[in-house]
Structures are given as C-alpha cells and as structure tokens.
C-alpha cells in the first residue's frame, strides 16, 4: 500500500509543479487519486504504464482570442477555452461554461471531473471542457448572438461528431446552443447534428436534456436512500442556485413529495416557508432572465436574503447544491449538520470543498458525489448524439425511461466498488474506483497514446 501511496503522492506533486496557481485542478486531482489507492494496489500494470502520469495531462487544450462588437458597436476581447482531456472511452464530450470567472484551472478541473463522470454513464464518450470568461448577464440577445457566433469561428476547427461534442454549462442553455450551432453548421456547410448536445427540440434535442441533471440527481439520490429504506417523502429539501440543474432538481423532488424551501443565485437566496413555487422560478429565470429576489417581491410569505451562502443555515433534512464549485465549505457543512442535514446530493460540480467532504463523511451523512449524481445530463447527452446517429427522435418517456437506468446502474456501480473496497457508505471512493479503473484499463488496452 505504502507503494502506490506514495506513486500518488508522486504524481500529486508534478501536478502542482506543472500547474502552478491552478488550485481548483489541483484539488480535484487529490480528490480522485487520493481514493483510488486500493485499485492501484490491485493493478500494478498501471503504475508501469504510468496512466495517472498521462491522465493528468491533458490531450490537447485550445485557448483563443474572441472578439465581437456590443450594441453600441464597442468592441471587447474575452478568452475561448477547450480544454480535451481524455479521449480513450470516446470522443471528448463536456459542456461549455460562460462565465467571468472562467480561467484555465476551472475548466482543466471540469474536464477532468468529465473523463470520469462521463465513464459512469457506460456511454461512449471522453471528456472535455470548454468556454470563455464572458459574462451573458445583461447582455442583449444580439450580443450574445454575436459572442456564439465569434467563439464558434474559432472553436469549429476542433470539434466534430466523432472529435469532441460541447453542450452546455454555466451560461450556456438552449439559446447559445442555437447561435453556435448555427454557425457551425454555416462554417462547415454540413448539418452535423450531433456536433453539439442540448439542441432546440426543431433541429436534432432530445426531449428530456433539460431535465435531465436535475432528474437524474433525484433519481440517484432516491436510489441510495431506498437502499436505507428512507423516503424523500415529506422531507425538508434545501437547493443553491436557480438554474437549469436547481429548477429540474426541484421539480423531481416535489414530485417524489419532497418539500423545497429555498433556491438562491448569485446575489442571494429566498427561503419560502410553503415549499418553492416553481411555476415563478421559471418564470423569473427562464422568461425573464431576472433575479431569484423577484420571487419575493410576488410571494409575501417569503424572505430574500442578501448573499448565497445563508442558504445553507436553513434547516434541511437534505441539501442539493446545484449552482456552482466549492458553495459549501467547512463551516457550511458544519452548519448544515448542526441544523439536522442527513443527506447531501451534488448536482454541481465540485460544489463541496475537500474539508466539506471529510466533515460530510466523518458525521456519516449520506454523500451523493457529483460526478455520479449529476452524470445525468451528459447520459442524455449522449442519447441525443444516438438519435442523431439514426436519425430518430425517442419519446419522453424513452429518455427518462433510459435516464433512470442509467441513474440506478450508477449508484449500483458506486456502491458495489465502496463495499469491495472495504468502505460500503462510501460513494466518492466508489465511485472514483469504478469510473478510474474502465478509463485506465481502456487506455492499457489502446498502447502508449
Ligand atoms: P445555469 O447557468 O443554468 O445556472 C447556474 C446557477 O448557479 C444560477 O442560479 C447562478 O446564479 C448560480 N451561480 C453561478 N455561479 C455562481 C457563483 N459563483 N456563486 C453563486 N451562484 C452562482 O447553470 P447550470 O444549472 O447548468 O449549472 C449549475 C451547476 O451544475 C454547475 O456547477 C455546472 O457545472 C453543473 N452541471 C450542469 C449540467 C448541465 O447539464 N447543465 C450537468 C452537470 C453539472 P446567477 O444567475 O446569479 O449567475
Ligand atoms: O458538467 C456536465 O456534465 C455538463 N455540463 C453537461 C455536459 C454535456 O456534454 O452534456
């Protein structure tokens, strides 16, 4: 063991020597090497291969210039990314996040976390991460029409149907699908439907993509407290964020009889007492594109608090952070567990930090990690690239049908790698075994690539 401890260790520390200042890819390095010592241990083949050595660097990344013109006719510059981690188990899939905050150690930690999740779902697809440091908020539709159209007259030479498939993320739904996918299919004069995922229903979607994080999170959460004989029924449910992952995990949580009472943005959370009218959240966030502090405004018995992380000193019986990384911190999750949480489910990426995590773990709460129990929006993704292929559109039921197979086979696969690895609650080890092991036995099986 002390081998392949220290064979982590090592890798762990070129990391942080090649990418200095890069913290959020450092930390999800440590998050998934520092579980998987056991299948190491197990197959010294892969540290003869050096496979963590190559899976930390990335195949390829992209980074370019993006220049478009406002409404006013100035003219700004931002930053484009793609960042094409591993392509062993298929062509790099993962979204493309529009963001201020987008720097080169986000999207590597994304991409990074992508290679894993999207080798949870049992579908063909590597990894990948892209996007730019442009802010969509405030902009008008021309604008953001005209920022698509520029990141795609870059992007278009890197991606394909069998090279790399984007979809969304952060700041990028339905609309900037369609201005990028427009111009893409302009630049290449082809209709190659399934070079992006998360289409308009008209031009090659799937019914059910835009549920699908936000389902497919219930769906593993209901499958691992079913395992304890625990009903989400007439639990208290506390979620971050009110976007495409917060609204469709609300959604499927009410319907399994669960009571919602908060959602948050970036400026501040609303707690309401009646459980979250979701009819408005829509409203606000998908039509009009306002903030959660409207929801206030029109519902009187609810309070709108400055401020995001508040939302995690509401009482809950479980908590669903579904807006961005590292929201619940130490003293997040310590308030949490203090206020009687029993069950965390991660419907964003890395939303806990490491200390987060262990304190999640020493109280025995049960822990959903993200890239199992949010794998259901690039699953679906991937069975929209499916119905491209045939040139088919499935019904509803037959992707949410298929989603939910995927969701429960997930936690199956999780929980049977914690329980053979001698820490049965423990889905983040699991889960990091089972995803590591089907990339690293693929890229054994394809030679010194
Ligand atoms: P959206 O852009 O639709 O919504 C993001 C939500 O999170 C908004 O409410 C936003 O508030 C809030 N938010 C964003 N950044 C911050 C921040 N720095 N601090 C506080 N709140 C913030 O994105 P998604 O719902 O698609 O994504 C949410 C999370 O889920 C991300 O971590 C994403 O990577 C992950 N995810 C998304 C998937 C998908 O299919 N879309 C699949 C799997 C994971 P505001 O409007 O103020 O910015
Ligand atoms: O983080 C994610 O899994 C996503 N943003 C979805 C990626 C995709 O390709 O559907």
């Avoid at 190659?192 to 497919?216: F, I």
């Avoid at 506390?238 to 959604?251: C, R």
Wanted: hydrophobic share 40%; charged share 25%.
């Amino acid at each position: 063991m002390a081998d392949m401890k220290q064979y982590v260790q090592d890798v762990l520390d070129i990391v942080k020597k090649r990418n200095p200042e890069q913290v959020e890819f450092q930390n999800t390095v440590y998050e998934v090497l520092s579980t998987i010592v056991p299948a190491l241990e197990k197959n010294p083949k892969y540290k003869e291969a050096k496979i963590l050595e190559r899976m930390v660097e990335a195949e390829r990344i992209v980074i370019f210039r993006v220049p478009w013109q406002d409404d006013k006719g100035e003219t700004h510059i931002n930053r484009g990314y793609r960042v094409q981690m591993n392509s062993a188990i298929g062509p790099y899939k993962g979204g493309l996040r529009f963001h201020p905050s987008v720097n080169l150690s986000i999207l590597k930690f994304l991409a990074f976390e992508q290679v894993f999740k999207n080798s949870l779902t049992g579908l063909p697809i590597g990894g990948g991460k892209g996007g730019a440091d442009f802010d969509p908020k405030g902009k008008s539709d021309n604008e953001v029409m005209k920022f698509c159209q520029s990141f795609m007259t870059e992007l278009y030479r890197h991606i394909g149907p069998h090279v790399d498939v984007p979809a969304g993320d952060i700041g990028v739904g339905g609309r900037e699908i369609g201005y990028l996918f427009g111009q893409y299919k302009r630049i290449r004069d082809a209709y190659d439907s399934a070079v992006l995922t998360g289409k308009g229903l008209t031009y090659g979607g799937s019914l059910a993509r835009t549920e699908a994080t936000g389902y497919g999170l219930l769906y593993f959460v209901k499958n691992m407290l079913d395992a304890k004989n625990i009903s989400l029924k007439g639990k208290t449910v506390v979620v971050s964020g009110s976007g495409n992952v917060a609204t469709y995990a609300i959604e499927k949580a009410q319907e399994f009889g669960a009571k919602v009472v908060t959602c948050s943005d970036s400026n501040g959370y609303v707690y309401d007492p009646n459980g979250i009218d979701l009819a408005a959240v829509k409203e606000i966030k998908e039509v009009r594109r306002g903030r959660i502090k409207e929801y206030a405004a029109s519902h009187p018995q609810a309070e709108y608090h400055e401020g995001c992380k508040g939302v995690w000193t509401v009482k809950c019986d479980v908590a669903l952070p579904c807006a961005t990384q590292s929201e619940i911190d130490l003293e997040s999750a310590k308030a949490l567990v203090a206020n009687g949480c029993q069950v965390v489910g991660e419907g964003a990426n890395m939303p806990s930090t490491l200390d987060a995590i262990a304190y999640f773990q020493e109280k025995h709460v049960l822990f959903a990690p993200a890239k199992a129990a949010n794998a259901g929006g690039v699953a679906v993704s991937a069975l929209e690239m499916s119905q491209n292929s045939e040139r088919l559109s499935w019904t509803f039921e037959e992707v949410d049908g298929r989603l939910k197979d995927i969701m429960a086979n997930i936690y199956q696969n999780a929980k049977k790698n914690a329980e053979e690895y001698g820490d049965p609650d423990n889905l983040v080890m699991g889960a990091n075994i089972a995803a590591f092991v089907k990339v690293a036995d693929t890229m054994l099986a394809q030679g010194l690539v």
